[in-house]
Nanobody, 122 residues
Framework: VQLVESGGGLVQPGGSLRLSCAAS????????VGWFRQAPGKEREGVSC????????SYADSVKGRFTISRENGKNTVYLQMNSLKPEDTAVYYC????????????????WGQGTQVNVSS
């Protein structure tokens, strides 16, 4: 059972990145998938989430209108498209799974990836 994030890197303010969260050893079809981020010296915070069945999505206020979460079940992958990136988006981004629906608390997410670093800087 493994989640692997990829797609991070260095981008200038205003730029875009697409993060991927690929699962192996289990199917994401049965889980809600959330994206989280943690900047140095700060707590891990929820960024976005997508439900299992109805694909309802949610976003933190700080990323609404700029980030889009989507899932491609045939590839067992969830994506986070990040546009109009700002320096304050700099963080390690993690994906994690919860049964069926998005949850309010980090501890309700059971499987976590190792993270991918996103740096937004000129």
């Amino acid at each position: 059972v493994q989640l692997v994030e990829s797609g991070g890197g260095l981008v200038q303010p205003g730029g875009s990145l697409r993060l991927s969260c690929a699962a192996s050893g289990f199917s994401l079809d049965y889980y809600a998938v959330g994206w989280f981020r943690q900047a140095p010296g700060k707590e891990r915070e929820g960024v976005s989430c997508i439900n299992r069945r109805d694909a309802n999505t949610s976003y933190a206020d700080s990323v609404k209108g700029r980030f889009t979460i989507s899932r491609e079940n045939g590839k067992n992958t969830v994506y986070l498209q990040m546009n109009s990136l700002k320096p304050e988006d700099t963080a390690v981004y993690y994906c994690a799974t919860a049964p069926d629906i998005c949850r309010s608390n980090n501890y309700e997410y059971h499987y976590w990836g190792q993270g991918t670093q996103v740096n937004v800087s000129s």
